[in-house]
């Protein structure tokens, strides 16, 4: 009714904006594709690896910057732990929500290029509003409206990749380490960079390589063209118990990752480490993490996907003890390599399984929504309650805690395995 549309216009001129761009990158497609629904031919594919390569080189050396500094650089400000978990988690919980609205809407309009690039240039342009305030408050605002077109990026990503491979997404390990290496060098670089400067430099390297990767992403190929344009996750996804026990056990699995994601950093200063430490160790674990990636291809052909996401909650359980137990440098860096299957192998595994999982007019909300449960609410959880008790029991007892957490996943995760009464299936089962 005509009172209704009066009511709700901001709506109505958004959903018509995008519906134009979308109608304009659809005809750019049917020109530039000649109408083909396949996403890319081999040759095509191989000559477009090199964008979605950049695109993982520059989002996890932005990554390499945040992680190991930007809650150091909270801490150097004054701000208390608890204040730095309530920022962590609130960046957390956008995660958790706008992956999905993005996942939906590019999915019913068959729009995902377009939105991937709009959210790449308004998340660069509101970083730099990091640069002109120190209030907690103002800051908790503007990690909102960033984090509402960050959230989308990796997700969308994720769903290229899938996408550019086609029959070889066992090779997709291959072209994530792009990102490792880049965190990898950004990491020790940075270590340095930060001992010798403010810890400040990092609010202008992270918009001049958001600004970057922003500009690289309009070269980001089209989707594939779908018939069926309206997403739905059942029963292909939502609708199977697999995979809301994989929701509920990668949910646990990042909860534990809290204390590390969240404090990690702060740890090492507090124990008496440098800039230069705290960078070698973040490029420690990214360096075992490039080699699990480059050779992913030959772990999924020998172990199921389901034995590579057990393992891996086993390797985390030890990882969080030897960290609940260090305060010296040799026992830190050991548990940093084991990174390599935490991080690593979880989460191909994970990436693979839900691509499996998901049906083909909902891939990019398939990601989302894994993306959304496990480093939204699950690292959501894991910043609160890191936050709340960081300064009452310190890093060594969290990462106890951790490891409980980590424990609890892999048994719901082994036990929904049991209940299936099968063989794993392999990264090529339907």
């Not at 109608?23 to 191989?46: F, H, I, N, V, Y």
């Not at 709009?118 to 970083?127: G, N, R």
């Not at 996750?233 to 939502?238: S, W």
């Not at 894991?382 to 960081?390: A, I, M, S, T």
């Amino acid at each position: 009714m005509g009172g209704r549309q009066e009511a709700y216009p901001g709506a109505g001129a958004f959903r018509k904006g995008l519906f134009l761009v979308c109608c304009a990158d659809s005809k750019r497609r049917e020109l530039t594709q000649g109408g083909d629904r396949s996403m890319t031919t081999p040759a095509q594919a191989r000559s477009l690896g090199w964008v979605i390569r950049s695109q993982y080189f520059l989002y996890f050396g932005v990554l390499g910057i945040f992680l190991p500094f930007f809650n150091l650089y909270c801490h150097r400000i004054g701000f208390s732990g608890m204040q730095i978990g309530v920022l962590s988690a609130l960046r957390s919980v956008v995660s958790v929500v706008f992956p999905l609205v993005w996942g939906i809407l590019a999915d019913r309009y068959d729009c995902r290029r377009p939105i991937f690039i709009f959210c790449q240039f308004a998340s660069t342009a509101l970083w730099g509003l990091f640069l002109f305030t120190t209030d907690f408050h103002l800051m908790l605002a503007i990690t909102v409206g960033y984090g509402i077109f960050f959230a989308p990026l990796i997700p969308f990503l994720e769903t290229f990749t899938m996408e550019v491979l086609g029959a070889r997404k066992q090779a997709y390990g291959k072209i994530r380490a792009w990102g490792s290496i880049s965190f990898i060098l950004t990491v020790l670089v940075l270590g340095k960079i930060v001992d010798l400067f403010s810890i400040r430099v990092i609010l202008y390297l992270i918009l001049a390589g958001a600004f970057l990767q922003a500009l690289v992403s309009l070269l980001m190929p089209a989707p594939s063209r779908r018939k069926q344009l309206t997403p739905t996750l059942r029963p292909g996804l939502a609708g199977r118990k697999e995979a809301l026990v994989f929701f509920l056990s990668a949910f646990l699995m990042l909860v534990s990752h809290g204390t590390y994601y969240g404090f990690f950093s702060i740890h090492l200063a507090e124990l008496g480490f440098g800039g230069t430490f705290i960078g070698a160790a973040w490029a420690l674990a990214s360096s075992a993490e490039i080699i699990m990636m480059i050779r992913s291809d030959v772990l999924f052909k020998r172990f199921s996907l389901e034995k590579v996401l057990l393992f891996s909650f086993a390797v985390a359980i030890l990882r969080w003890l030897l960290l609940a137990a260090a305060s010296s440098p040799w026992p830190i860096l050991a548990a940093q390599l084991l990174h390599a299957v935490t991080y690593g192998s979880f989460h191909m595994a994970s990436i693979l399984f839900i691509d499996r999982l998901a049906p083909d007019n909902a891939k990019t909300l398939g990601q989302a929504l894994n993306n959304a449960v496990t480093y939204g609410l699950g690292m959501m959880v894991g910043f609160f309650v890191n936050g709340f008790f960081y300064e009452t029991i310190g890093a060594h007892a969290l990462f106890v805690f951790s490891a409980l957490t980590a424990l609890a996943g892999g048994l719901i995760f082994a036990a929904g395995c049991l209940r299936r009464r099968g063989p794993s299936a392999s990264i090529a089962a339907p």
